[in-house]
Structures are given as C-alpha cells and as structure tokens.
C-alpha cells in the first residue's frame, strides 16, 4: 500500500461511492441556521451575551462545513482492481483489492446502523463508508465478483442482503440448476394452493428466456422479438430467465379491475459484466428469487379477498418451461 496525491480522473474510474448531492443541501441549511441563530442573538439579546451561546453557534457552523466537506471529499474511487479512499480532509490512501481481506455491512436505518468496514487480510481497517452512499451495491457486487467475503449482519436491509446471493455459475450447470429452481418453486406454488383452495385460484408457473436489453420494463407482456428463441452457439451476453407466476381461476386467466393480467416475475439467471479486471460476461444464479417468491405469495394471499376480478380465456405468448439449457 502507498500514499497517492490526489485521486484518478472521473474518467478514468469504473464507479464511485460517494455521498449523496443532498448532503451540500444539508449541510448549507445547517451554516445557514447557524447565521440565522447568531443574528437573532445579537438584534434581540439585550444584555451581555453569555460565551456559551457563542460556542453553540460555532458548533453548529462547524457541523454543516464537516457535511459539506464530507459530501465533497470522502469518497471511494474504483479503478479495476485499484481503490483510491479520499478522507473528509481529502488525504487519498490507495489500495489493491488483493489488499482486502474480509468486509462487514450492517444497514439497519430505523436503529441508525448504516456502515460498511473494509479490512485488510490482517484485521486492520482500510477504510470505512455508509450503506447509503450512492454506488454501494456496485461497490458489493465487486467484492462478490472478485471472491471478496461479504459478511452482512442479520439485521442488515435485504435489498443489500440479497446482492451476495448472486452466484456465477458455468453455463454447462443451467439445465440441472434450472431442474432445481422449478422442483423448489413447485413446492411453495402446490403447498400454497393447498392452504388456499377457499380462493378457488390456480397458479400457471414456469421459466420464461428473454434477451434483456429488448424487455419493455413498462409493458405487462412482453414483446415478442425479446424471447430466446434461437440460440446458435450458446447464451446471448443480455441472457435474462424468470420464474413468471400467472393467477387462473377456472381455466382462465385472472386480471385486475384495470385489466391487468395478475401475475408475478422473478429474476432467477442473468448474465451481466463481472466487476473484475477482465470484465468477463459471466452467468448468474440469483438465490434470491426464493425469499421474494415467498413474500409475494404470501401477499397474493391478503390482496385476492375481497377484490373483483375480471376473467379471460387466453394463451400465452411464449412457453413457460420446467428446464432451460446452454
């Protein structure tokens, strides 16, 4: 490890963990109040000014010029496998990921937990940030990719939690993987359909394949052109498979007073650019999909009473599969 004089170039950066914008606005509104304080005493307080009340108001100008150097200075630069850590006074540190040894997140806003500590493989600290900085998830999903143990505290918040779910997997496993992913999700649709027959609801479930940069986020199905349909050598590199969950009833298809149809989709394998030197395109299997199938389900359990359905005879546009493969 060595000292650096500044920091590299934004250009030349992958990312950057840093603080939010807000945090100017913050710290201004706190000078500002501070002004404000020090201008009623003086119009308004008649006799000597005790020295106290001087020093409260500087204490609260120093504090909003700490937050506005902290939004300006401290941050976290990336550059492939060089990181560059910017102190509150700008004092740069520059390390390697081969440097770190382990990570420790805890995000718990409600109780005021929110810190990520970086060490190096002998214990010491090499830095520590804020889960609420802008770019923490990318900064995690570079740990992750680069081998880097994550050890998030159970309290943490599951957003930040399920991102070390997200295993790199050979694509020659996607077949016997996918076998597993449909045998699982089988028990929790039939297990909720048993403790649910009153509602008289079916569920229709399946893995569906889509090229992911042509899915139309905004449409509720999903235009044709996005489905794999001919692969010739293996995945595309924007590769994306869901688990999509459709409500029946009846043999039909249910939908919405808006005349949505009822349904849920879970991302379970996605290819995406490993945040590593190489950069490789790597495939993903998100463990993840499991704990948000269980929430939806059981939200689909409180939402269908009591709410007016509309029912439609329809087939879907594309096959929902027990296996995807290579």
């Not at 204490?59 to 850590?85: D, F, P, S, T, W």
């Not at 214990?123 to 804020?130: A, D, P, V």
Request: net charge positive; charged share 30%.
């Amino acid at each position: 490890m060595k000292r650096v004089i500044s920091l590299p170039e934004e250009r030349e950066r992958d990312f950057t963990v840093r603080q939010h914008k807000m945090a100017y606005a913050i710290g201004l509104w706190i000078i500002g109040a501070g002004i404000v304080f020090l201008v009623l005493e003086l119009v308004f307080h008649l006799s000597a000014i005790p020295l106290w009340i001087y020093a409260v108001i500087l204490a609260i100008c120093l504090l909003g010029i700490m937050v506005c150097l902290e939004a300006k200075n401290r941050q976290l630069a990336v550059c492939k496998n060089h990181l560059y850590y910017s102190s509150l006074f700008g004092s740069v540190r520059h390390f390697r990921l081969e440097d770190i040894g382990s990570v420790k997140v805890a995000f718990n806003p409600p109780v005021g937990r929110d810190e990520l500590k970086i060490y190096a493989g002998e214990g010491k600290q090499l830095c520590r940030l804020e889960c609420s900085m802008r770019n923490v998830d990318k900064l995690i999903r570079c740990f992750h990719d680069n081998g880097i143990a994550v050890a998030m505290e159970k309290d943490t918040r599951q957003d930040l939690r399920d991102l070390v779910l997200q295993t790199a997997i050979d694509e020659g496993k996607l077949q016997s993987c996918s076998q597993k992913v449909y045998g699982q999700a089988k028990l929790l649709m039939e297990g909720w359909m048993e403790r649910n027959k009153k509602l008289g609801a079916e569920l229709s479930y399946g893995l569906a394949e889509y090229y992911g940069s042509r899915i139309d986020i905004e449409a509720q199905m999903q235009p044709e052109e996005s489905r794999i349909k001919e692969r010739g050598g293996g995945l595309p590199e924007d590769y994306l498979c869901l688990l999509e969950v459709y409500v029946k009833k009846d043999g039909s298809f249910v939908r919405d007073r808006k005349k949505q149809l009822l349904a849920m989709d879970f991302p379970v394998f996605y290819k995406r650019k490993a945040k590593t030197k190489e950069g490789e395109i790597r495939l993903y299997y998100n463990e993840s999909w499991k704990s948000d199938l269980t929430n939806g389900l059981q939200s689909l359990e409180k939402y269908l009473p009591g709410h007016r359905f509309y029912l439609e005879q329809m087939e879907l546009e594309h096959e929902l599969k027990k296996e995807v493969s290579k």
